[in-house]
């Protein structure tokens, strides 16, 4: 069936993001639509609560290959990204007084924050790559 690779920005929509930082979201998904993988209305089996959280899909990339899409997710994750650097208590960061509420917001555990900077240069490092892999094989 084949799986999506995405990569989102999350911004709160009641506390703000330190300036010149942002929280960058790495995932796949069996959706062709990316936001379908936070859409309430969309059943997946897991509980989905992002109602605080605007999602901005930056970048996504198809693959025929279940595995090649949650391959380049743990890529970005622990090789780009790893949380000894980029992983925070989301809660501790925008000052929130309940260090659990989004615990159960499938997802916000994944989040990298990031500055604006460095994000940019994720960006710029996704379509390069994405750009070379089709240049060297022609599919994904």
Known sequence: MGRKFYCCEFVNKHYP???GYVFLKFGHTHHYNVMDRFNPDVDDGYP???DDWEITPKF???FKENNRAEE???M???IQYPRSKYKVWVENVLKVEDNTKYSNNTGITELRYMTRDEASRAM???YERRERF???SGTA
């Open 48 to 50: 989905k609560n992002y």
């Open 60 to 62: 996504s990339w198809y």
């Open 17 to 19: 993001t330190p300036e």
């Open 124 to 126: 710029k490092k996704l």
């Open 134 to 136: 089709f240049d060297e």
């Open 72 to 74: 380049e997710e743990q």
């Open 76 to 78: 970005w994750l622990n």
